[in-house]
T-cell receptor, first 117, second 112 residues
Framework: GAVVSQHPSRVICKSGTSVKIECRSL??????MFWYRQFPKQSLMLMATSNEGSKATYEQGVEKDKFLINHASLTLSTLTVTSAHPEDSSFYIC?????????????FGNGTRLTVT | GDSVTQMEGPVTLSEEAFLTINCTYT??????LFWYVQYPGEGLQLLLK?????DKGSNKGFEATYRKETTSFHLEKGSVQVSDSAVYFCALWQTGANNLFFGTGTRLTVIP
């Protein structure tokens, strides 16, 4: 089946540094990728939607200058948390879809646990 | 706006017990409803779905029926196994939208 690889699975960084998270579709071309964030005991919240070759669409309240998303190819999207702070510590998860519509399933990565010290 | 309210966990059951995880939703129109499962160390996987009222989604012994009158999509399994231990997410897809709305997730632990 379709596989989405997300890397790294865990990362610890110091406050003020930047962290890049990669999301790759291994055996299909992902025209659309989604980035979610999950706080403890809360829902997965959509942060942004990225389409290959175009700028990401950010959800309300998500700082686009802080969470840089690049979807340069049909198999790779990256999320960079710039100048990370402890409040950015969270679980980030990406998903990918090859075609539009609810009949095209979302394939999820395993998530990245970010801890900012 | 659209939202999903899911039963809080964690839920701990003995093997072969009956499972119910409640999920209710708020949405206009006729959304599609999903249950996703996340096994330890893995990504979310689609477990089952229902696209219209009274539809029943089923997979791996799990079932959920789309009840528009009660705006619910409760997940059930008659006899759980240890291998069912995972986090279960209820989700909603609104026609014309581009993303899923997720519930908070319910952690299920099945003990032998």
């Amino acid at each position: 089946g379709a596989v989405v690889s997300q890397h790294p699975s865990r990362v610890i960084c110091k406050s003020g540094t930047s962290v890049k998270i990669e999301c790759r579709s291994l055996d299909f071309q992902a025209t659309t990728m989604f980035w979610y964030r999950q706080f403890p005991k809360q829902s997965l919240m959509l942060m942004a939607t990225s389409n290959e070759g175009s700028k990401a669409t950010y959800e309300q309240g998500v700082e686009k200058d802080k969470f840089l998303i690049n979807h340069a190819s049909l198999t790779l999207s990256t999320l960079t948390v710039t100048s990370a702070h402890p409040e950015d510590s969270s679980f980030y998860i990406c998903s990918a879809r090859s075609t539009q519509g609810y009949n095209s399933p979302l394939h999820f990565g395993n998530g990245t646990r970010l801890t900012v010290t | 706006g659209d939202s999903v309210t899911q039963m809080e966990g964690p839920v701990t059951l003995s093997e072969e017990a009956f499972l119910t995880i409640n999920c209710t939703y708020t949405a206009t129109g006729y959304p599609s409803l999903f249950w996703y499962v996340q096994y330890p160390g893995e990504g979310l996987q689609l477990l089952l779905k229902a696209t219209k009222a009274d539809d029943k989604g089923s997979n791996k012994g799990f079932e959920a029926t789309y009840r528009k009158e009660t705006t619910s999509f409760h997940l059930e399994k008659g006899s759980v196994q240890v291998s069912d231990s995972a986090v279960y997410f209820c989700a909603l897809w609104q026609t014309g939208a581009n993303n899923l709305f997720f519930g908070t997730g319910t952690r299920l632990t099945v003990i032998p």
